[in-house]
């Protein structure tokens, strides 16, 4: 059964660890678990280890041979135990265990498997990852859930728990506006945001809280460089990145985060973030530091943020007016150009009756073939060239004027969306719509006017040419 393998290796890795002691560098990662050691390598350790293992496989490096056989060697006095570079005590995962449910991964180090979340590429059915730990606590985030692996854990009776919509739009629009860290849909803030806060403070509870801070700050951050995270708001500031930090003050960052993440005005409120991160924080100080000033430090984005929105309420109306006015002449221009088609086409309505009357149809007697043909013609390309021209140039200027007002209303913080949707569609959309519309009749009117010529040559044909002629010269010149 492979929980029961799983678990087997899992003794077998700690066993492993306690040989090795501090000298084992663990990397434990999605595919594999590495056990690497590269100082304090002895005969002794070698027959420890290859009289331990039997899911891990014991490498000498840089040499292919089994382990066994190096041993031998070595007691032969064929190497010496100096030749050997380095060890590895390895498991593949693939390889170890062929079914594991709806066990996304799993890992024998928490570590590891919160270090090798960001590894994890976009899952395509919106599912929370699963990851199995042996003897670990069970958390759930937004996106991951932990799962403890023990004897009594059934592999076949873990399920998939579908991913929050409203998370996932979040998510997502957070990725759109944080593009310049190396974060992804599993690995960014709500990866590490808890869902239930009565859990004890254990190593790996903490150790979840300590990546909810690091990405928070990675995320607000202007870049980051070796040991320190460079934040520039009111004054530019540096602050310490440690191995191990207070989380005393999770809860307050993770409404500072809320806070953040919602879909009106996100710039505004990361600059306000940002600026008050830089009146709190002094330069150079660490994380710890940084968690005991988060209570104060969100009272105050709170405040700085009541003020924003107080002095753009005195704006407000204005602005609102301002934005109807820039509609209403976006909506005039396309209304205008609307107008221009309508007049076009009475005036070539027009023109045409002038030639009929005046030219055709009064002369008819004078008229050649080769001159109706060349009006025919002429009308033919100048239906087309006309027609082009206007639907180009109708189809450029909206997209110019459309560019115009969604620039003015990018520029606007306070106006709602649906309200701003209502003013694109009374003042954008609904007279493209009726541009489109007469665009339409002016492609119907030109056809149907080249339809009527055409009918009027045909006309003319029989009565100025002797038709069967015609056909006889047509079928000639074809042959």
Not at 171 to 179: E, H
Not at 428 to 433: G, K, N, R, V
Request: hydrophobic share 40%; net charge negative; proline share 1%.
């Amino acid at each position: 059964m492979s929980i029961v393998k799983i678990l087997d290796a899992y003794e077998e890795f700690q066993a492993i660890l306690f040989e090795v002691g501090n000298e084992g560098q663990v990397n434990d990662s999605l595919t594999d678990v590495n056990i690497e050691m590269k100082k304090d390598i002895s005969l002794e350790l070698l027959r420890k280890l290859s009289g331990l293992v039997k899911n891990f496989e014991v490498l000498c490096n840089p040499f292919p041979d089994d382990c066994d056989v190096i041993i031998d060697d070595l007691i032969n006095g064929e190497r010496e135990i100096n030749d050997i570079e380095s060890i590895s005590i390895l498991l593949e995962k693939n390889f170890f265990v062929d079914d594991i449910g709806e066990l996304d991964y799993y890992f024998f180090d928490f570590r590891s498997a919160l270090k090798s979340i960001e590894t994890i590429g976009k899952s395509k059915n919106g599912n929370k990852i699963n990851i199995g730990i042996p003897s670990n606590e069970f958390i759930e985030t937004d996106t991951l859930v932990f799962i403890s692996l023990n004897k009594e854990t059934n592999l076949s009776k873990i399920k998939k728990i579908s991913i929050d919509s409203i998370i996932d739009e979040n998510i997502n629009f957070y990725l759109s506006n944080n593009k310049k860290s190396n974060h992804s849909y599993y690995f960014n803030p709500y990866s590490f945001l808890i869902k239930e806060v009565s859990y004890d403070e254990t190593p790996f509870v903490k150790s979840v809280k300590m990546y909810f801070y690091n990405t928070m700050l990675d995320s607000l951050s202007d870049k980051k460089e070796d040991s320190l995270f460079i934040l520039r708001g009111e004054k530019s500031i540096s602050i310490l990145i440690d191995n191990d930090f207070q989380t005393d003050n999770y809860q307050d960052f993770i409404k500072i985060f809320s806070f953040l993440v919602s879909v009106q005005k996100y710039t505004e409120k990361y600059i306000i973030i940002k600026k008050v991160f830089s009146l709190y924080i002094l330069n150079k100080e660490d994380i710890t530091a940084l968690d005991q000033k988060l209570p104060d430090i969100r009272k105050t984005i709170n405040h700085y943020y009541d003020h924003y929105i107080e002095d753009n309420i005195k704006d407000f109306f204005r602005t609102k007016d301002q934005l109807l006015k820039e509609a209403m002449n976006v909506s005039k221009v396309i209304y205008e150009q609307t107008d221009k088609i309508n007049t076009s086409i009475v005036a070539s309505l027009l023109s045409i009756i002038i030639i009929f009357v005046t030219t055709l149809y009064r002369t008819m007697a004078d008229i050649t073939l080769t001159y109706f043909a060349s009006i025919l013609i002429i009308f033919v390309v100048f239906s087309l060239v006309y027609y082009y021209l206007m639907s180009n140039s109708s189809e450029k200027r909206y997209k110019l004027t459309k560019k115009q007002f969604e620039h003015f209303i990018n520029e606007v913080a306070l106006i709602q969306g649906k309200e701003i949707k209502k003013l694109k569609f009374t003042y954008l959309d609904a007279p493209y719509e009726e541009l489109k519309s007469t665009l339409k009749k002016l492609l119907y009117f030109l056809i149907i006017i080249n339809v009527l010529i055409i009918v009027s040559f045909i006309i003319f044909l029989f009565n100025k040419v002797d038709m069967l002629m015609l056909l006889v010269k047509i079928i000639y010149w074809l042959y």
